[in-house]
């Protein structure tokens, strides 16, 4: 993916994301969310925080100083976490949806024009507990970002009952997460078909496959991202592929 794409789906994410907040009532804003402890409100102080940071990218290595300083114990990502939560937790829920609406298009552009020599580089450094099959700048920038936010929205869409609206944007996001999941697959061949209107198919593993399985590609992915809830799966062939298909994550 080129950063030029990446900026599209970016754009298109944030707006839907911007979309989905102004549908929420007020007390939509308390509902518990399938981040543990954390309610709609708290995911959105999370995404406000993470944009805000993004379109300011020299604040960022002071903030995670801080946060470790802050929350010692903490891996570099939770410690992380919890300092937006700090920040930004106590902000109305109009105040989050501003900085999201002023931020969210500033982050995507300015991951977009970030320079070469810093997409080439690692940032295992300043989050060395993170296992993650890329750990360029440019996957954290084009990839990591916009599907955080996309997950983060299904989460808020289905602890308020809201609808989970799509385009074509998603569909690039669930393709990403299958390319991931299709690099690191050690289980069995297989047929992988996620229904729905941003689903698609895909090989996992080498080789003939014995199976062709089908879920839904929300609930899949919703699941590889190891959040509660385990999907429907029908499966055609070898019944023992329900363990490596249940039993995958892939980060989100």
Do not use: C
């Not at 030029?4 to 754009?11: K, N, T």
């Not at 399938?34 to 944009?51: K, N």
């Not at 936010?149 to 602890?159: D, G, P, S, V």
């Not at 014995?210 to 019944?239: F, K, M, N, Q, T």
């Amino acid at each position: 993916m080129t950063p030029q794409e990446a900026a599209v789906e970016g754009l298109a994410e944030v707006e839907a994301l911007n979309a989905l907040l102004a549908e929420l009532s007020a007390d939509d804003w308390g509902k518990a969310t399938a981040s543990a402890g954390w309610t709609v409100r708290d995911v959105v102080a999370h995404l406000a925080g993470q944009h805000v940071e993004s379109a300011r990218p020299w604040t960022i290595p002071g903030k995670l100083r801080r946060a470790r300083r802050r929350f010692p114990g903490r891996t570099a990502l939770e410690a992380h976490n919890a300092l937006q939560l700090l920040e930004y937790g106590d902000r109305t829920p109009g105040e989050l949806r501003a900085l999201l609406v002023r931020f969210g298009p500033k982050a995507v552009r300015a991951r977009k024009r970030a320079p070469g020599f810093i997409r080439r580089r690692s940032f295992a450094r300043l989050f060395p507990e993170e296992h993650l099959p890329d750990l360029r700048f440019a996957y954290l920038f084009d990839v990591l970002s916009n599907r955080d936010t996309w997950l983060h929205r299904l989460e808020i869409a289905r602890a308020t009952g809201r609808t989970f609206t799509t385009g074509e944007h998603d569909r690039g996001i669930v393709a990403q997460v299958l390319r991931d999941l299709a690099g690191t697959w050690a289980g069995p061949s297989l047929t992988l078909t996620l229904t729905g209107a941003n689903g698609g198919t895909w090989a996992l593993g080498a080789g003939e496959p014995v199976a062709v399985v089908r879920a839904g590609a929300l609930d899949y992915l919703w699941h590889l991202s190891g959040r509660d809830g385990r999907p429907a799966v029908d499966i055609d062939g070898e019944p023992a592929v329900a363990a490596a298909v249940l039993g995958a994550r892939v980060e989100f």
